[in-house]
C-alpha cells in the first residue's frame, strides 16, 4: 500500500472487474494530480504514480499506458463536467439564437415559426 492511499479497499465487499478498473483510474488519476502539485510533469515518473496511487505497475498498465493517456482522461472527465453544469442553460442559448436570426430577419413571423420547431 502507499504512503499516501487516496482510497481504501472495503475488503469485505467483492467489486466488478469494471468498478475496479473505475477506481484504479480514479486512483491513478488522482494520483497524478498530486504528483503534479510538487513537480513537473516530465519529472513524474510511472512509479512515483503508482506508488502514490497504491496501485501496482500491472494494475497501471491495465489501464494506461502512458502517463499522458492520463491527462487525456482528465480533460475528458473535465469537459463532461463542463457540459452537464452548461446543460440546463442550452435550451436558453438555442433560444437567443432563434430570437435574434428572427429579428436580423425583419421580424418575419413565417421564419419564427420554422425557428421554434
Given amino acids: 500500500m502507499s504512503d499516501y492511499p487516496l482510497f481504501t479497499t472495503d475488503t469485505t465487499k467483492h467489486h466488478s472487474n469494471k468498478e475496479t478498473n473505475r477506481l484504479t483510474r480514479e486512483a491513478i488519476c488522482t494520483a497524478l494530480v498530486l504528483l503534479l502539485k510538487e513537480q513537473p510533469f516530465g519529472k513524474i515518473a510511472i512509479t512515483d504514480i503508482v506508488k ?66
Avoid: C
Avoid at 497501471?60 to 440546463?88: G, R
Avoid at 436570426?101 to 413565417?110: D, L, S
Fill in 52 to 117: 502514490r496511487a497504491g496501485v501496482s505497475r500491472t494494475a497501471y498498465y491495465s489501464n494506461y499506458s502512458s502517463k499522458q493517456e492520463i491527462l487525456i482522461d482528465l480533460v475528458n472527465a473535465l469537459i463532461l463536467e463542463i457540459n452537464q453544469k452548461l446543460l440546463p442553460y442550452t435550451e436558453y442559448v438555442l433560444m437567443l439564437v432563434h430570437y435574434i436570426m428572427f429579428f436580423q430577419n425583419g421580424y418575419n413571423p413565417t421564419l419564427l415559426k420554422q425557428l421554434m420547431k
